[in-house]
């Protein structure tokens, strides 16, 4: 008997994603969600799915992956647990035509997909570690389904093919913010929980459930077409709400208006988190994007949120109304993406912008392709650099071969005939060649099949602006007035950029009375810094960016020693970006300044090691372990909070973690 039950359970395991979705068709769904210890990470609910069978069954399934408990109640009549660590198994001898509803009661700690912040810590940042007259909490409990399941905390579905309408209701503290999928119907208020009731309207992938839990502000603008744009922010972060969210609006109405099919949700929620795996996540209706977007009005020149702010928006329509069926067409979702945020970027920024961008694509596609890391754009292991950047340019193209109009048109009938579907790449080939009456078999062998990126194809599109021509065709050499000329012309600043980074040293004091781009091109590339340019390259401290900023205090005080002091005075208040990243050098080079504040050496250690810590965000941790570890001066508080890091839910900084301990072992 034990024999059989492994090989039924064996069977379940393997029973694939296509196949459920042949058999059943779930449509509706309703979960009360609620936490439980919340250092421990508990959470535990009940959800109710309404579904019908397609074609006679003996079992149907639902995932659950590593649920500490979990049972269901079949139409109200049949009860069971069956459970094989990955799924809920409901054996029922289902008939085709009928109509069933299951509920399913659960409790888990996940140990992804979502992730409690700051619960363990004591994360108040007070106002003598950070500067700020306030102090800070980020307590905060988020989702990230895209690539990690989010039946991990709610049982659902892996398939991204199984589309469900769902209703969340959520159970928290009174004291926070709960935000999730649609439109809030009500709140209710019991003692001190608050339950928060969301509606949704249309279907989904499981993927794409998202909710945010922490300490929020928000301001609520109206697109055009009436669709409520709610941007939330930390209460202590009403300075940066309008340079973090800027063109907010812009953006919508133009993307509602270029891609030609209307908003396909009740509203638009966009809400920033800490320690996020992404730059951004397009769950539906409800993006969640890394704080460190959250920028204020000088911050905003060197990292502002437009492109991420475009690209998870046009995900809505690409990615959420129409979904790929496999990791195969993952184009379908990240190039398109990528595409219309380019063009909303071009409404914004110009032409030149837009021109520009495709142009550096087109560079790192061409270095790809040297170092033999290409693919197919329909191989499902391809680059993220093939899904989203030749897969705009795919589209680039395609729109130049077609047409504006046609393409518009194939793209509209694209989306109309498979909203709240599934599709693959012939799929929108096919609605193309339809209006354009075009074969686009060649297209597609050339631009979507080939392993090589068309470069040269590529390049010529570029040609067509004059802006692309201008910046390919500009070279000084060794010609030093040549040089001079060209840095104090008319022509782009990316063409100037382009002559300071080849040439650095025919930098002239003209070379200063230019646009803050260049002048940080002078900053990055101008590490050797001549005497008669020395006044000049000091008002580089004086630029709106934090990254202008940080480069030329670094450099004028490696080159002019005895200036130190009047750098360090200078820039002693500025913090930078909120991975404090003028604050961060600004403590290491005052450490490393003999005689400097003497009385302050020991202060200042101790609040650069205090970066370190856990109550800080993953960036600014990593800043203050690398400028420990350049000072050799990592010490036992130091490993502790990186021996802590290694564990920590962000790959990227877990590794890095992992690295640096291994080198001072």
């Known amino acids: 008997m034990k024999f059989l039950q492994v090989i039924f359970f064996l069977s379940i395991v393997t029973f694939g994603f296509s196949q459920q979705t042949n058999y059943v068709d779930f449509k509706t769904a309703k979960a009360n969600i609620s936490f439980g210890d919340l250092d421990k990470k508990e959470v535990f609910g009940t959800i109710s799915y309404g579904f019908e069978i397609l074609k006679n069954t003996d079992s149907i399934f639902i995932d659950a992956n590593g649920f500490q408990t979990i049972q269901y109640v079949l139409d109200g009549i049949y009860s069971d647990s069956l459970y094989n660590g990955k799924q809920l198994i409901i054996k029922h001898p289902f008939k085709a035509n009928t109509s069933h509803s299951i509920d399913i009661e659960w409790k888990t700690i996940p140990k992804k997909t979502m992730y409690f912040i700051d619960w363990e810590n004591d994360n108040k940042v007070t106002s003598s570690d950070s500067l700020q007259t306030n102090s800070i909490e980020k307590k905060q409990i988020w989702t990230q389904g895209q690539g990690k399941y989010t039946s991990n905390w709610l049982p659902c579905f892996d398939d991204m093919n199984e589309k469900v309408e769902f209703d969340l209701n959520i159970s928290f503290d009174e004291n926070y913010e709960v935000i999730a999928n649609g439109k809030l ?27 945010a839990i922490g300490k929020y502000n928000k301001i609520t603008e109206t697109s055009n077409s009436g669709i409520p744009l709610v941007m939330y922010y930390y209460t202590q972060d009403s300075n940066k709400v309008e340079p973090t969210y800027r063109f907010t609006k812009q953006i919508f109405d133009f993307l509602e208006s270029e891609i030609g099919v209307p908003y396909p949700w009740q509203n638009y929620k966009q809400v920033p988190v800490k320690d996020f795996l992404y730059a951004g996540m397009e769950n539906t209706s409800t993006t969640i994007f890394s704080d460190a977007f959250v920028v204020d009005s000088i911050g905003y020149n060197d990292k502002n949120y437009v492109n991420v702010n475009a690209h998870e928006l046009a995900h809505q329509w690409f990615g959420d109304l129409v979904t790929e069926t496999s990791g195969t067409h993952h184009w379908l979702q990240e190039g398109f993406a990528t595409y219309y945020a380019l063009l909303a970027e071009k409404n914004i920024f110009g032409e030149d912008y837009y021109y520009w961008r495709l142009y550096e694509y087109a560079q790192e596609l061409l270095e790809q392709d040297k170092a033999e890391q290409s693919t197919s754009l329909l191989d499902s292991k391809a680059s993220s650099t093939t899904f989203y950047k030749r897969g705009a340019w795919v589209l680039h193209a395609l729109k130049e071969k077609v047409g504006d109009s046609v393409f518009k048109k194939a793209v509209i009938n694209y989306l109309e005939k498979y909203q709240f579907k599934n599709v693959e790449t012939n799929d929108f080939i096919a609605e193309v060649e339809k209006v354009s009456k075009l074969n686009l078999k060649p297209f597609v062998e050339k631009w979507l099949e080939n392993k090589v990126f068309p470069f040269e194809d590529a390049l010529n599109s570029l040609k067509k602006s004059n802006f692309i021509q201008e910046y390919v065709s500009v070279n000084c050499g060794d010609n030093s007035s040549k040089c001079e000329a060209y840095l104090t012309s008319g022509i782009s600043d990316e063409a100037k950029i382009k002559i300071i980074e080849q040439n650095p040293s025919k930098v002239t004091v003209k070379v200063f009375n230019n646009s803050l781009k260049v002048r940080q091109a002078i900053a990055k590339f101008v590490v050797n810094i001549p005497l008669e340019i020395k006044e000049l390259y000091e008002s580089l401290l004086n630029d709106k960016s934090y990254i202008t900023i940080e480069m030329a205090l670094l450099n004028l005080w490696r080159n002019f020693p005895d200036s130190r002091f009047n750098y360090l005075d200078k820039t002693k208040g500025i913090i930078g970006f909120n991975d404090r990243n003028v604050r961060m050098i600004w403590l290491a080079l005052a450490l490393n300044t003999p005689e400097y504040e003497q009385e302050n050496k020991l202060s200042y250690f101790e609040e650069l090691r205090n970066y370190t810590s856990p109550k800080y965000d993953f960036e600014t941790r990593q800043n203050a372990f690398q400028y420990l570890d350049l ?12 021996t802590q890091a290694t564990k920590h839910h962000n790959w990227r900084f877990s590794k890095f973690s992992k690295d640096m301990l291994k080198g001072l072992n």
Do not use: F
């Open 631 to 642: 000072m050799k001066a990592c010490d036992s508080v130091c490993k502790d909070n990186l």
């Open 185 to 211: 119907a009500n709140k209710q208020i019991n003692d001190s929980i608050t339950t928060w009731h969301y509606d949704m309207q249309e279907p989904m992938s499981s993927y794409l459930l998202a909710l």
